[in-house]
Every structure is written in structure tokens, then in C-alpha cells.
Nanobody, 126 residues
């Protein structure tokens, strides 16, 4: 079993930055592909970014490329999402997820993730 706890969300003005953190506990963190997803009000949950267990490969949605960076610190069992140049359309609940596979085979596929955090709210004002 893996427990995931997100933090770092909040209210920020357009153009600002936030760094989200997701702390994991339970098993060897480096064995897990980690992903970030987001769900805006009234919309489906969408893929944002993912990173392999060793941090060697990352994957990003088109909406995140050039603005968001995913990283991980396996010694701290934590994955991060650095978000820059935030836009009002980035407003959503951001959740991290863990896959039991070390490599992110299909990083955008939600069914590939076995554990989910509760999420953290990000609100970007215009």
C-alpha cells in the first residue's frame, strides 16, 4: 500500500508560479512511476505530467510543456510539479498518482496508476 499526500496548492495571480509536492509513504518510492493529473470544475480529470521511477524520463501534456516541470527526490520519497507562467485555465484540483511499474508505459492513462492522493487546489486569478 502507498499513501500519497499533496501540498503546495493555493491562490496565485496569472503569470505566477507554484510548486506542488507529493509525499509518498509505504514502499520503495523509486519503484514507482509517478504522475500528476488535474481536474477542473465540471471537467474530466486530465493528465499533466509523469516521471519514471529513476527520474530518467519525463512526460508532459501539451498544455504543460514549457511551463510545468516534474521532478522527484527518491531519498525524500517526494515528487514535485513546478508550475510557472500560470494561467486561469490551470485552475483545478491537482492530484498525484503512483503506478506499481517503475517505467511509465502509458503515462497519460489513468488506469495505469494504482494509488491516488486526495489532491490540492490550485486557483489562478486573472
Amino acid at each position: 500500500q502507498v499513501q500519497l499526500v499533496e501540498s503546495g496548492g493555493g491562490l496565485v495571480q496569472a503569470g505566477g508560479s507554484l510548486r506542488l509536492s507529493c509525499a509518498a509513504s509505504g514502499r520503495t518510492f523509486s519503484n514507482y512511476c509517478m504522475g500528476w493529473f488535474r481536474q477542473a470544475p465540471g471537467k474530466e480529470r486530465d493528465f499533466v505530467a509523469a516521471i519514471n521511477g529513476n527520474g530518467g524520463s519525463t512526460y508532459s501534456a501539451d498544455s504543460a510543456k514549457g511551463r510545468f516541470t516534474i521532478s522527484r527526490d527518491n531519498a525524500k520519497s517526494t515528487v514535485y510539479l513546478q508550475m510557472n507562467s500560470l494561467k486561469p485555465e490551470d485552475t483545478a484540483v491537482y492530484s498525484c498518482a503512483a503506478s506499481s511499474r517503475r517505467y511509465c508505459d502509458i503515462p497519460q492513462a489513468q488506469h495505469g496508476y494504482d494509488y491516488w492522493g486526495q489532491g490540492t487546489q490550485v486557483t489562478v486569478s486573472s
